[in-house]
């Protein structure tokens, strides 16, 4: 990963974007592909598709551009903020957290209120993100409305962290690691001179239901799909034993192989994997890969799709982790599989 490369990353994950408020992350993410892609074009909720033009054959490359997050609820008397779920907000790890309040003036900054130990009755209780509140720092509901109103998203405020082995911790990689792979991925396919168009993709909304995908699925209808997204890597101690799936961090991409993943995208993705010495681990699917992949498969009349992930600890809490050599891998692997899609035909053999 070049040094623009990274700057790139950074950029993307620096900036707040909870679904349905994804607008600033997909003006980054544009920018950035318009660099090297033949036509940008987006929609009305937001979907961003990079073309590079080839064959008639197209392979899409998709990511979702939208986190996981918090919406103002309502503000009581004394000014407090209440809150509601953006997607799979977890409220195990919510409280004592330092959050902004996106509102159209700016962030508000502020602090999702936690009971100190010496005052609680039981330390393991935890309550329910609607019984959670933002502290703004005033006193009065007038006060608050002076800053924010119903409506307004909320995220973590948190930073990037290195740590150690080229790994890094964030908030939200989930999923802007997947638009930065996407856009990459096209980036390297069109160095590669493909014989097919290559579509780079950054949905919205599907934290909360594949949404942005199901519009861009039948819109583009494109021959072959693959969803790229963080997948949970089980290594870590406390992993439920029937919750281990066999994916590790530094272990390389990840295919799905099941239900929604279409064999021959899956062969040709393998394929593609051995030919330019890429390492990839297996992932079983049996009912859903619960990615943007299970909207673009039943989009007008199925299109043979692909779940690919990058590995991923602690998803959906503020301090997500992953490798950066897997998501390096991730897009030398897409751009090798658009660079030899040409030679299948991704129709099952009966």
């Known amino acids: 990963m070049n040094g623009s490369q990274r700057e790139f990353l950074e950029n993307l994950l620096g900036t707040s974007t909870p679904s349905g408020f994804e607008t600033a992350g997909q003006r980054a993410w ?11 074009e987006t929609d009305a909720y937001g979907n961003a598709v990079a073309v590079v033009e080839g064959g008639e054959q197209t392979v899409a490359l998709a990511g979702h551009g939208d986190e996981i997050g918090f ?42 209120g936690q009971t100190a130990i010496h005052l609680r009755d039981r330390d393991d209780e935890v309550d329910d993100i609607a019984e ?53 991925g096209l980036r390297r396919a069109a160095e590669r001179d ?20 199901q519009m861009v699925g039948f819109d583009l209808a494109p021959d072959v799909a693959i969803a790229i997204d963080v997948t949970h890597a089980t290594d870590q101690p406390d992993t439920p034993g029937a919750k281990s799936k066999g994916v590790e961090i530094g272990g390389g991409p990840v295919v799905s192989r ?48 692909l779940n690919v992930g990058v590995p991923n600890r602690y998803m959906h809490t503020p301090v997500e982790l992953l490798d950066l050599d897997d ?16 030679e299948y035909s991704f129709q099952v053999e009966l």
């Open 30 to 40: 544009v920018e950035y592909v318009s660099e090297f892609a033949d036509t940008v």
């Open 71 to 112: 919406i103002v609820r309502d503000i009581d008397d004394s000014g407090f903020v209440r809150l509601g779920r953006i997607g799979g907000s977890d409220r195990t790890v919510s409280r004592g957290q330092h959050v902004r309040v996106h509102t159209d003036d700016g962030p508000v900054p502020g602090v999702i």
């Open 132 to 184: 959670q509140h933002v502290d703004i720092g005033v006193d009065s509901a007038e006060a608050a409305a002076d800053l924010v109103e119903r409506g307004d998203p909320i995220t973590f405020d948190q930073t990037v962290s290195e740590l150690a082995n080229g790994r890094i911790t964030a908030r939200g990689l989930d999923n802007r690691i997947g638009i930065w792979a996407a856009a990459e």
């Open 194 to 213: 493909p014989e097919v168009t290559v579509c780079a993709v950054s949905t919205v909304q599907e934290e909360v239901g594949l949404k942005g995908a």
């Open 258 to 305: 099941g239900s929604t993943n279409h064999p021959v995208v899956v062969e040709a993705t393998r394929a593609a994997a051995d030919a330019a010495d890429i390492d990839v681990q297996l992932e079983a699917a049996g009912i859903r890969t619960g990615t943007d992949a299970d909207a673009f498969y039943t989009a007008h009349g199925g299109i043979p799709s």
């Open 327 to 342: 998501l390096d891998r991730t897009a030398d692997l897409l751009g090798a599989v658009a660079a030899q899609a040409h």
